[in-house]
């Protein structure tokens, strides 16, 4: 990425490129007209009036009268002109190359409903960032360009902001008692519509199958809302829990009869097309956010969930030493020091070490809830058999710590009730969506348990998922600094905020209302910089200056074109002791039409006030003008070649001085 300073970046706007264009045209034009005037005065300081005239000629004609001079005298002046005043008008070109980059982002805010119309057709609910352990440095300036990838058609400049309208969240106290339920809930009405984590986390089936053999480690109370659970285990259920668990599903439960049937839900990641089918289980280390709504009846209910998962993997006859399970415990235990001494750290590091020493698998965890949040946390060593239940061969020893933590946003009352989108006889079923567009209904998997009182219980919609792999360490090492790379476990708790900020931002312009969100829109505008300003201003200020010199210091006929200076010297202002003077040369407001005479073999030019001609002979060139009214005939007064006089009735010019009149650099030829 090119870095300019504040002095030559494009920092000014302009409306339009037009706009920028006649500025810098206009800069260029002015230049030229100071270089004109500069010229123009050193033409007057050597009165080198035929050089002066040169410069309003063509390039051809000033090249013949530059090699006429043999680059001498006012040749030379007349080629500096050349040079110069062409030079000059590329000034614009210099200008737009100093353009860096030429333009700059207009940004605005705007409701993200003035986009709907720019939405994708089929806008990704998914979004996966992968890099390698501690590499945040560019998810630190792209963040919001990365959670809000595959939304707006291309084209559409926009950033997502933290600023949506976070609404109001609703909880009703608890229709069952903590042991009752499983464990914390968040509750969400009196039928008993709930949301919790996995309430089965310490549940593995039997090897056999057979249910009577099952695993399920006893939660206990831990305070007024928690529950904890600690466990060692034969290592035949390890396989079922590292293979089939899917860290983060959250549990809907949609009444209390429903519950009591063991007919809750989970909101599972599609495996067709989310990664945290895979991710979610085994080892790995991974962190996953998700936006998701439940909707029952017309309340609708809106969450945001972050799964986050630290694996450590080592061959079973190679243990892993204290030292490394303490440090992994520790650190992910919190990132503030001050908590990292608790009591607590050194009892589980040992339990799990203790736990491979008696060739057993371990978890321990606990699950709270603090009105609108739940969370779950869980420490497990693991040691899945080849084939379970046969007291076969260890195939690896994975240490494996998740944190689960769902939070209601907000609770919104639709104008409508929700309608299942398809029909399901007999069964117990809800919608599915994704993005905020309902793929179907789950009455395909709908089980075959107890169906009393079957019914649709309302929607799930996975609105957004955000998915973080690879940069939080990797899961498929044995030692602690490698599982959780410190740097980038950091950058995750230094910007979770803005992180769900973001994620919640994409999840309701997707599976609410974009109503509720404020988009930054970005509009690319042409601009200068300072330095353009100042070399525009610079062109102003030598055209003021250039011009006020010349006309101080230098004759009107310096300043005048060859027409003014023409019309001057052929209308005098009358008699002044005796002799008619010249009108000094200038700008008219009433032209005189100039008509092409013919005299004899001659052409003349004529005006109302008086004629001009221009006699050629080898030895003779001297203009002459006279009178035009004038009653005698003008054919009557020849120019006598001889004497080079004029009769009373001409006027005749100034006479060229001779070369001893002036520098001699810049002489001009004189008639002979």
């Known amino acids: 990425m090119i870095h300019y300073s504040t002095f030559t970046s494009s920092k000014l706007a302009v409306s339009q490129n037009a706009v920028k264009s006649i500025l810098f045209r206009c800069a260029a034009l002015l230049l030229q007209f100071a270089v004109f005037k500069v010229l123009a005065l050193l033409a007057f300081k ?71 119309d720019k939405l994708l057709s089929d806008p990704g609910y998914i979004v996966f960032t992968s890099g390698k352990p501690g590499q945040v440095a560019s998810l630190d300036e792209h963040l919001a360009d990365n959670i809000g990838t595959n939304l707006f058609k291309a084209g559409v400049n926009f950033t997502l902001t933290e600023d949506f309208d976070h609404g109001t969240p609703q909880v009703v106290t608890p229709t069952k008692g903590l042991a009752e339920s499983g464990g914390p809930r968040i509750w969400l009405d009196q039928e008993g519509l709930s949301v919790s984590p996995d309430s089965f986390i310490t549940f593995a089936p039997a090897p056999d199958g057979n249910l009577t053999n099952a695993f399920d480690c006893p939660k206990q109370p831990l305070a007024a809302n928690s529950v904890y659970w600690n466990c060692t285990y034969n290592n035949s259920y390890s396989l079922s829990i590292v293979r089939d668990e899917i860290i983060g599903r959250p549990e809907i439960h949609w009444d209390d009869s429903s519950d009591s049937q063991y007919q809750s839900q989970y909101l599972r990641p599609g495996r067709g097309d989310n990664p945290w089918t895979s991710l979610g289980t085994g080892g790995d280390t991974a ?15 809106t969450f945001m969930e972050t799964a986050f998962k630290i694996a450590m993997v080592t061959d079973y006859n190679k243990p892993f030493p204290i030292e490394q399970i303490t440090d992994l415990v520790k650190r992910s235990w919190s990132a503030d020091p001050a908590q990292q001494t608790a009591p607590a750290i050194g009892k589980i590091a040992k339990s799990i070490y203790n736990a491979r020493v008696l060739n057993s698998s371990f978890m321990f965890g606990s699950a709270s809830a ?14 899945p058999e080849a084939l379970p239940g046969n007291d ?49 209904t789950d009455c395909y998997k709908a089980g075959t348990g107890n169906m009393t009182n079957a019914r649709f219980f309302g929607q799930l919609d996975t609105s957004t998922v955000f998915i973080m792999n690879g940069i939080l360490g990797d899961g498929s090492v044995n030692s602690s600094a490698g599982s959780l790379n410190q740097q980038g476990y950091d950058w995750v708790v230094k910007n979770e905020a803005r992180m769900n900020n973001l994620i919640l931002s994409r999840g309701m312009i997707l599976g609410l209302d974009p109503a509720f969100v404020t988009v930054q829109t970005s509009k690319v505008t042409p601009a200068i910089s300072y330095l353009q300003v100042i070399l525009i201003a610079l062109a102003v200020i030598l055209a003021a200056i250039s011009w006020l010199a010349l006309t101080i210091f230098a ?118």
């Open 46 to 116: 050597r009165k080198a009036f035929t050089s002066y005239l040169m410069f309003t000629e063509d390039y051809i004609q000033q090249g013949l009268f530059v090699i006429s001079r043999k680059f001498i005298r006012g040749g030379l002046l007349v080629l500096f002109f050349a040079v110069f005043f062409t030079g000059a008008g590329f000034y614009d070109t210099l200008l737009w190359g100093l353009d860096a980059p030429g333009y700059i982002a207009k940004n605005s805010n705007v409701s993200a409903s003035s986009l709907v």
């Open 287 to 301: 962190l996953m956010k998700q936006v998701f709504t439940v909707t029952k009846g017309r309340n609708r209910h």
């Open 370 to 383: 603090d009105g609108y949040s739940v969370a779950q946390s869980s420490w497990e060593l693991m040691n």
């Open 392 to 440: 076969s061969e260890v195939v690896y020893t994975l240490l494996r710590i998740s944190a689960v933590n769902i939070t209601l946003i907000r609770s919104d009352v639709l104008p409508q009730p929700v309608q299942p989108a398809a029909p399901c006889d007999n069964k117990f079923f809800q919608n599915l969506a994704k993005g905020g567009k309902i793929q179907g």
């Open 555 to 672: 004759t009107a006929h310096y300043s005048s074109s060859f027409l003014h200076n023409l019309l001057a010297i052929t209308n005098t202002t009358g008699a002044t002791n005796g002799e008619e003077t010249s009108r000094k040369p200038g700008y008219m407001r009433n032209v005189p039409e100039i008509q092409l005479g013919q005299e004899g073999n001659r052409v003349i030019m004529e005006t109302v006030t008086g004629v001009y001609r221009h006699d050629g002979e080898a030895n003779a060139m001297t203009p002459h003008a006279f009178d035009s009214t004038n009653n005698e005939s003008k054919d009557a007064h020849e120019y006598n070649k001889q004497d080079a006089q004029v009769t009373a009735q001409w006027v005749a010019p100034t006479p060229s001085p001779g070369p001893t009149d002036r520098d001699p650099f810049f002489a001009e030829p004189h008639a002979r």
